[in-house]
């Protein structure tokens, strides 16, 4: 008689238990598809285990605690000099922990990466299409992560009470305070008692590795068990439709290429936090609020909101005795919130406008989407001209500018700049759809002039791949809608309501330009030409 592999008991055990076999088969047969694009959220993922396991690291050295010491580790400049014990753990880190300056440095650069693949990943499923039914659930999960991403970015970098981080707390403490009527109330319950207090660095500490990441985790697994659950999206092409999916298994050839992927991804922030240096806090100095530095900057997904701060103008109000500072309420708290809370609603209000809740597997070329598309790249030009704004005074002075001039070019410029992005935005779109029309109905150009027996001379066309042909073909253009006539069959005045008014013009605009794709009788006469 043969003798069982040792792993048969355990393995039995737990199909009896929790058919893990069929799970288990099932699973494995799952097919994605193979596109470059598809593995910026896979960026994300492992990006994220890289600071779980630096972060984990630090956890060891790190001391959250704004108690004062006298510094008197390796670092001869600040030798003799008062720092809270978080600053001077974090010199530790970096001086005297064997690895410890690269373990940090990787940590940085791969929380830069984690927010940097989140955004990039959602303006992917954004030019797309990917958020539409069924994955509407996705795309809000996506959201709720990179406002955490941008939290525990937050988070870490103000726990080493460097001046650097001792400023963008500063920052932060004034937008609380900016909160109408509560925001005093917040800002003692936020730092216990006055800035900075003492509590500050330990509470943002329990954020930092325990509550923010536990909630990233948890929707991270949500998220992977959406999209093994749902079919995945797959761009267009020779036999991919909305019920299907055209691509390679888990086993074994995706998993070898994603683990793989996790190596270079790794590798990638382990160079760089070796090689790139982020973050000197031995530059900055410790915390201390009569002082200020120049030449440093926030990292990117905070940049945004200092230069939305910096464009606004010092507006404020006093009601019945109450002050209502809008210069730090509306760039920080109204902003953000209007941002994020369109962001999250996107895929609804699309799906409303367009009228369209079919189910869709299959993702849009950008170009088939104008006004999707040029709305997307306002908003990414709106974002931009912030960012460039948070670092005004760096740019006034390496380029001799007047920073006045420079607020002003940014005021402007969030108002011109998007509309501008906009509207070249979509005429490109459009310019791109008729240029793809083109190539459907005569062919590719190859340069080679033939002259017919007329005397005419033409330029000779090949015809396009099938898969081309399929990916530049496979599109709809709904027509826009149109209002009711005022009454209807019998004579009586019809009554549509506001909203419905709204909806329907909203829609014209959404789809009022459009290029028709080839209709029916141009392809089958483009089939019989190339046949």
């Not at 893990?20 to 047969?29: D, G, I, M, V």
């Not at 998220?223 to 055209?246: A, C, E, S």
């Not at 209000?349 to 088939?368: C, K, M, Q, S, Y």
């Amino acid at each position: 008689m043969n003798a069982k592999p040792r792993l048969a008991g355990p393995a039995e055990f737990l199909d009896e238990r929790v058919s893990l076999a069929s799970l288990t088969r099932h699973n494995l047969r799952k097919v994605f598809p193979d596109h470059w694009s598809f593995l910026l959220g896979e960026i994300a993922l492992y990006s994220f285990v890289v600071l779980l396991l630096s972060g984990t690291f630090l956890t060891f050295f790190f001391k959250p605690s704004m108690a004062e010491v006298v510094y008197q580790g390796s670092y001869v400049p600040l030798r003799g000099i008062p720092v809270s014990e978080a600053y001077a753990s974090t010199l530790d880190i970096s001086f005297d922990v064997r690895a410890g300056l690269l373990m940090r440095q990787i940590h940085h650069w791969s929380a830069l990466l984690f927010v940097t693949a989140i955004s990039v990943h959602l303006l992917r499923i954004f030019f797309t299409g990917a958020f539409r039914k069924p994955r509407e659930l996705n795309w809000l999960i996506g959201v709720v992560m990179l406002i955490l991403a941008v939290l525990e970015g937050f988070a870490g970098y103000s726990l080493p009470d460097d001046l650097l981080s001792g400023m963008g707390l500063r920052i932060a403490a004034g937008i609380v305070l900016s909160i109408p009527i509560v925001g005093t109330y917040l800002h003692f319950m936020i730092f216990g008692g006055e800035f900075p207090g003492t509590e500050i660095i330990p509470r943002l500490y329990i954020a930092h590795v325990l509550l923010v990441p536990a909630l990233l985790l948890a929707l991270i697994t949500v998220h992977l068990m959406l999209i093994v659950y749902q079919k995945h999206t797959q761009f267009p092409g020779p036999g991919r439709t909305d019920r299907n999916v055209v691509g390679l298994p888990l086993l074994p050839v995706y998993t070898a290429k994603a683990g793989g992927f996790f190596f270079v991804v790794f590798g990638v922030c382990a160079l760089l936090g070796g090689m790139v240096q982020i973050n000197p806090i031995w530059a900055y100095g410790p915390y201390n609020p009569v002082d200020a530095t120049t030449d440093a900057q926030p990292d990117w997904y905070i940049g945004w909101l200092e230069g939305a701060l910096r464009a606004m103008p010092g507006w404020e109000f006093t009601v019945f005795g109450w002050t209502f500072p809008m210069s730090a309420f509306i760039p920080a708290i109204l902003l953000p919130g209007l941002m994020f809370t369109l962001l999250a609603l996107y895929p609804f209000i699309e799906a409303w406008i367009t009228g369209d809740h079919r189910e869709h597997n299959v993702l849009d070329r950008p170009r088939n989407r104008p006004t999707r598309t040029a709305i997307g790249v306002a908003a990414i030009t709106f974002f931009t001209v912030l960012i460039i704004n948070g670092g005004n005074d760096v740019i006034a002075a390496d380029f001799d500018l007047s920073l006045n001039q420079i607020t002003w070019f940014t005021r402007i410029g969030l108002v011109v700049l998007p509309l501008i992005a906009f509207f070249v935005t979509r005429a490109a779109c459009l310019g791109l759809q008729a240029r793809d029309r083109e190539r459907l109905l005569h062919g590719e150009e190859t340069g080679v002039i033939k002259r017919l027996p007329s005397g005419e001379y033409v330029e000779v066309h090949t015809p396009l791949p099938a898969a081309t042909r399929y990916a530049l073909s496979n599109y709809e253009a709904p027509k826009p809608l149109e209002l009711p006539s005022p009454v209807d069959e019998n004579g009586v005045r019809r009554q549509v309501s506001h909203t419905e008014r709204v909806r329907v013009r909203l829609n014209q605009w959404w789809y009022g330009r459009r290029v028709e794709p080839p209709s029916a009788e141009e392809q089958r006469q483009i089939t019989r030409r190339e046949g």
